[in-house]
């Protein structure tokens, strides 16, 4: 079970780290899986962190907190992927965006969309793929990466 | 502690090179010890910048450098920090000289960047961006430094063509580099034309894919006054060096914090400010870095980056009159990644004892050098240098 709705605070124990706690990326990923986005909330200074850490690059505090997130957000800055690496060919030219989140956690994600009609402020959406239904090339993967979903934003 | 001093320099030519790796660090570290003992006599270890295995699928480097060296059962060590390899291992150097763990340590960096194509460089290079969000997004270094530029044009009033100067002026530097591996300049129609790599990125705004290798020579003063008349040394007056996050997004995009704390620290460590720096090489991987860095290290007012290109008179208040990459920086000298730190720390060396024909800045007395990894400040190492 992955446990988005934790209130537990402080150090994790090391029982706590394991392949279903969203602290770790298997855990985060079967939960965006599941249609949920978490990041992991400092409960010392409220930074958010996507990917989830079990400690806060903002002040040091190992209080963090699992706290799942608003689905929409906004493009803050945006390019052009012309040439990806390889696994991603079939996918070029890749836009790509920077996008704050309304809860102000960041990413960066690839944007369902030409780059012609994305510039900074418009709103997005987080989807979520199949990786097969991505058709990145299974080379790319790592053995533990291969159920884990692709994130991709849309204008809304 | 120690002092630690820069005593000899060495480079391999630069560009799409037909040798491999450990020759090209054979070319440098043969023109390093042109008018030295044996690296065997001189040094205690070393110590060798390199990105990636995936070039040449080799590690060891350390080891291997250091047979290709003449050195055995010395302490050798491969470090890495993506394109801050090469002044990290240059910092380390110093570290083992001032801590009187060694009298003379070998600091050099390779990179054999083409052997595996263009598409062999942008998956190694992939690498040095936050795995499950980012690469699994596709993105590549310009696309990175491209969400960097696309926001400081946002934010600022700087335009592209005010980052295409920067490509203009880096390349007319170059010019006068008999290192370099662009040694001509270009104009600004064609900096604008060029094609797009990741907007506003276009071709000329990104430094080349490049092989190259560099090694430097850090001695004590003992060591440095048996090998050379005192001139020809430069003394390594400050080192810092930061982590920010890895991924792009968690961090300020148009202000590169941890270059700054990298810098702030080589400047107190030196007992330096901002304004005595004559010379500065910082890590122009993109032309829209040499803003964001010159801003970082205290010679600009935030927003106003982009007048590197500017003679120091015609440069907005609040500026220093600083001389940004006279060696025509990463652009257009080239950037053999794990090499290219050291590569800075020659300019600087030439510069400060008098060598550097030219493009020698007058009176060049102290130099600052910021190499970075990963995405701009991911992993920044300071350097300060003074003549001696
Ligand atoms: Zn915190």
Known sequence: ?156 | MSTANIVAVGASPLGRTDLPGRDLFSKALAEAFEELPDPADVVDGLYVGAQSERYENQIMQGTLMAEWAGLRNVPAERVEACAAAGALALKNAVRDVRAGVHDAVLACGVEKMTAGGTEGATNALGAAFERALEQRSGITAPATYALLAQRYLHETDATERDLAKIAVKNHRNAASNPRAMFQEAVDLETVMDAVDVAPPLKLYDCAPVTDGAAAVVVANDEVASDLLDREDAVRVAGVGSAANNLAVAERNLTYVEGANVAASTAYEDAGVDPADIDVAEVHDAFTVCEALLAEAAEFAPEGRGIETVEDPGDRSAGWTDVRINTSGGLKARGHPIGATGLLQAVEAYEQLTGRAGERQVTDADTALLINEGGVADAHTVATVLEAQ
């Open chain 1, 1 to 156: 079970m992955t446990d988005t709705d934790s209130t537990t605070t402080g150090p994790l124990a090391p029982d706590d780290i394991t392949a279903d706690s969203p602290f770790t990326l298997p855990g985060f990923f079967d939960a965006l899986a599941e249609g949920r986005l978490v990041a992991a909330r400092c409960t010392e200074c409220d930074e958010h962190m996507l990917p989830p850490r079990p400690a806060c690059y903002g002040c040091g505090s190992r209080a963090v907190t699992i706290e799942e997130q608003p689905r929409t957000g906004e493009v803050i800055s945006y390019t052009s992927v012309n040439r990806p690496p390889s696994a991603f060919d079939h996918l070029a030219p890749i836009t790509v965006a920077v996008v704050e989140l309304d809860s102000s956690a960041r990413l960066t994600g690839r944007v369902d969309a030409s780059l012609e009609d994305v510039t900074i402020g418009d709103r997005v959406e987080l989807q979520v793929r199949d990786p097969e239904s991505v058709d990145i090339d299974l080379d790319f993967d790592l053995s533990y990466e291969e159920d884990w979903p692709i994130h991709v934003f849309e204008l809304v």
